[in-house]
């Protein structure tokens, strides 16, 4: 047989996969809508397959449930924390990018692609989004404003980097930066450390992003999460030093021009 005459097979380009992580506990009331706001379309366009997966602290409603029913991947943490979910998530997660979100329709799902473009072409590990450039009325009390611009002003004088928004918990990562790091935190103080890890030993930059009125009841305990996070942004001074798993070299790490970023959203 003259093999010349067989059909020529197309090399196809391997296809980049994304893992969308998403802690739930009793939230059954925007667990549907926040995976249907998931732009799955769009990131296929971008070359993309996708997974979600929904970390659940024993959860004592329907969203495990809906999120099953759903197609997602659902995992049962029976150890408590915000932290711990995700910690969790980016364990059984198989994604090259993990993208994180909570399950109340806060977040702004459907900027998800233009964030990855942004990772992409300026070469970063870390991208956290701002809540309050663009905060829908409503969204959030002066209170826990207060409280936030509060703390992320510390983390700022502790650590010397530049965050405007400490609790955000919208973040686009790269497997190699999530694999190299050491996260101590099972608490909502898992969001400060994880910034100042990426802010200090890797390419981060903080986004412009948006932020909705919650979907379901408010989980956080407003005064007592908030002073856990005060105390343990004092505390992780002492435990930065085992942040980084590998011997990373501080004189490769470019310094980013927020003020020059095309991606302002």
């Known amino acids: ?51 979600i997966i929904i970390v659940d602290g024993k959860s004592t409603d329907l969203t495990r449930e809906i999120a099953e029913r759903m197609g997602t991947r659902v995992i049962l943490e029976k150890r408590r924390g915000y932290g711990r979910a995700f910690k969790t998530g980016f364990n059984e997660a198989k994604g090259d990018i993990l993208v994180t979100l909570d399950a109340d329709l806060t977040y702004p799902a459907e900027l998800i692609p233009e964030y990855i473009q942004a990772l992409n072409e300026k070469g970063l590990d870390f991208i956290t989004t701002n809540r309050f450039s663009k905060m829908q009325n ?13 703390l992320s002003l510390i983390m700022r004088l502790l ?26 935190s099972d608490g909502f103080s898992m969001s400060e450390e994880i910034k100042i890890i990426a802010f200090t030993f890797f390419k981060a930059l903080e986004l412009d992003g948006r932020y909705y009125k919650r979907v379901g009841k408010v989980k956080l305990a407003t005064f007592g999460d908030g002073w856990r996070n005060l105390k343990y942004l004092f505390r992780y001074r002492s435990l930065i030093k085992g942040a980084v798993k590998l011997p990373l070299d501080l004189n ?14």
Do not use: C
């Open 1 to 51: 047989m003259d093999i010349s005459k067989l059909p020529q097979l197309i090399p196809t380009k391997p296809q980049k996969f994304v893992s969308i992580i998403i802690p739930t506990l009793n939230e059954e009331d925007g667990i549907e809508k926040t995976i249907r706001s998931i732009p799955k379309k769009r990131l296929s366009e971008l070359g993309y397959n996708s997974e």
């Open 138 to 150: 409503g969204a959030m009390d002066a209170y826990h404003r207060f409280g936030n611009d509060l």
């Open 159 to 184: 650590y010397s980097i530049e965050v405007r928004d400490s609790q955000s918990g919208m973040w686009i990562m790269s497997r190699n930066f999530i694999q190299n790091i050491n996260i101590v």
């Open 252 to 265: 490769q790490k470019e310094s980013i021009d927020v003020d020059a970023d095309p991606y302002v959203i």
